[in-house]
């Protein structure tokens, strides 16, 4: 894969000379990632800055801090919504959309036992 945004040499990470490359889709449209790629990489890789928009305001949202915390990066896989961009490993045949609701309250979620 060669794209100017990819990093292809770092000091630190292990990146293979020929990554294994793989398709999904992004609203709709079909895009390459490598193995290793987060959601988030592979779209910022290909230059996709907008991820979902603020559920009041309509303002565009995106990558902020890309450790997990901020929640900005909200998108719904195969499905399941409110997963974070920057955690989820992207799949080959693997299908995202735009991030639409806002976050479930830690308290609130299912699999959580609160008494």
């Known amino acids: 894969m060669n794209h100017p945004l990819r990093i292809k040499q770092h000091p630190i990470l292990n990146i293979p000379a020929t990554p294994q490359t793989f398709s999904f889709q992004f609203d709709d449209t079909t895009y390459e990632a490598i193995e290793g790629d987060t959601i988030a990489s592979a779209l910022l890789a290909r230059g996709v800055r907008i991820l979902r928009r603020h559920e009041e305001t309509g303002e565009t949202r995106g990558i902020y801090c890309n450790i997990g915390h901020c929640f900005?990066?909200?998108?719904?896989?195969?499905?399941?919504?409110?997963?974070?961009?920057?955690?989820?490993?992207?799949?080959?045949?693997?299908?995202?959309?735009?991030?639409?609701?806002?976050?479930?309250?830690?308290?609130?979620?299912?699999?959580d036992k609160w008494t």
């Open 72 to 111: 900005e990066c909200r998108v719904t896989v195969d499905g399941k919504e409110s997963e974070r961009a920057c955690l989820t490993p992207v799949q080959a045949g693997m299908t995202v959309y735009s991030g639409t609701v806002l976050p479930t309250p830690f308290q609130e979620r299912s699999s």
